[in-house]
């Protein structure tokens, strides 16, 4: 269903090419002296009609969209903003930050900060403790389970009904009391729901195990080392939020840089930030979350283009934040967005499969 969703947004928004408007003009990237090298879409040897219809449309059309980039062999093809964007402009990256939080605990396994994610989660989270509900289950929840979002939890952000909604509990006082409090309604492993707190208990564990607040652990252990500056954190609640609980805002150019570590398997100019064991393990599925694969934060999510399904590592935040890699074709794709709580959201996945794949992946 969603797949056709996406289908009737994009045969929509294509059937309203305005030809009349002005006509979208490709220029090649900017150097920016950030560690990215750029080239011009007109040096290679593609197919670009799709892509010159994209942008005029996206340039002179309606739609939600705030940045799209693309990378191809490391280097910045693709590159436009919309509306008030530009380059230097951080952007709320929603459920992105998730991903960003799975490769941070992997950094946090490899140096020894945590042992190993079966462990229960009451091996590093010493404060707060289940007050409430109290359920022998709940003292075999591992951190395995709060990245494969399987705690067993009453905690489900797609069903309103759901005391662990996410929306729910940005209303109370103390997220993560709230959270460890919450009923248990499934066996710990047994079933996948989608659960924004979860993540924010596995953050609260790298902060009281490595004695870092997230956002310094990240500074030190990811940003700096693939020179990402431009970065904070926040989050969209009117209150005081604890650190483990915000958000990443970040460029996109810097989440494209995200990307390239995961193409590159945790290796960043001949220093191994995360290990590649860790990378396999966190993009490779684990559990079903909606029936798509899904890994450490981390999804997989199948393209058809023909006869071929091209699988990428992809992390999604609401609003159209994306991270999309396809380590078999050396591209990275990065989108921004403001469809909020709408399918519009999903546009960007139709312009990979009908404009982007079919223009890049044909070349090899």
Same mark, same amino acid.
């Given at each position: ?26 220029? +090649? ?33 309606? =739609? ?6 693309? $990378? !191809? ?17 951080? =952007? ?38 289940? !007050? ?10 591992? $951190?395995? =389970?709060? $990245? ?86 926040? =989050? ?20 494209? !840089? ?5 193409? +590159? ?80 959201? !999903? ?18």
């Amino acid at each position: 269903m969603k797949n056709k969703i996406v289908l009737i947004l994009f045969i929509v928004f294509i059937s309203s090419f305005s030809y009349g408007q002005n006509s979208y003009k490709y220029t +090649q990237p900017t150097l920016l002296n950030d560690g990215w090298e750029t080239n011009s879409l007109k040096s290679l040897d593609i197919d670009s009609t799709r892509i010159y219809q994209l942008f005029n449309q996206l340039q002179n059309g309606k =739609h939600k969209i705030h940045s799209a980039l693309l $990378i !191809k062999n490391n280097q910045v093809i693709i590159e436009e903003y919309f509306g008030n964007n530009n380059a230097g402009m951080q =952007h709320d990256l929603r459920s992105v930050s998730k991903s960003i939080r799975s490769i941070l605990l992997g950094i946090a396994i490899d140096k020894g900060i945590i042992d190993n994610i079966d462990d229960p989660i009451t091996k590093y989270l010493k404060n707060p403790v289940a !007050k409430k509900n109290l359920d022998t289950r709940k003292d075999k929840i591992t $951190i395995r =389970h709060l $990245i494969t979002m399987s705690t067993g939890l009453d905690c489900n952000d797609w069903d309103k009904n759901s005391k662990g909604q996410e929306d729910k509990v940005y209303k109370k006082k103390d997220w993560l009391q709230y959270t460890l409090d919450l009923p248990m309604i499934n066996d710990p492993g047994t079933v996948s729901d989608y659960c924004s707190m979860g993540v924010l208990l596995m953050s609260e564990i790298i902060s009281q195990a490595s004695g870092m607040t997230i956002d310094k652990f990240a500074q030190e252990h990811l940003f700096r080392p693939l020179d990402i500056n431009n970065v904070s954190w926040g =989050h969209t609640a009117n209150k005081k939020v604890i650190p483990s609980a915000k958000r990443i805002n970040m460029t996109p150019r810097d989440m494209a !840089k995200i990307g390239k570590l995961i193409l +590159q398997e945790g290796l960043w100019n001949d220093q191994q930030i995360v290990s590649k064991k860790w990378i396999e393990e966190a993009t490779t599925p684990k559990t079903k979350i909606t029936g798509i694969d899904y890994g450490f934060l981390w999804w997989n999510i199948p393209f058809r283009l023909d006869n071929n399904v091209y699988t990428s590592k992809t992390a999604t935040g609401n609003g159209g934040q994306y991270i999309i890699v396809f380590p078999k074709l050396s591209i990275i794709a990065v989108f921004t967005g403001g469809a909020y709580n709408s399918q519009e959201d !999903k546009l960007p996945f139709a312009i990979i499969k009908d404009v982007f794949l079919p223009a890049f992946a044909l070349q090899e």
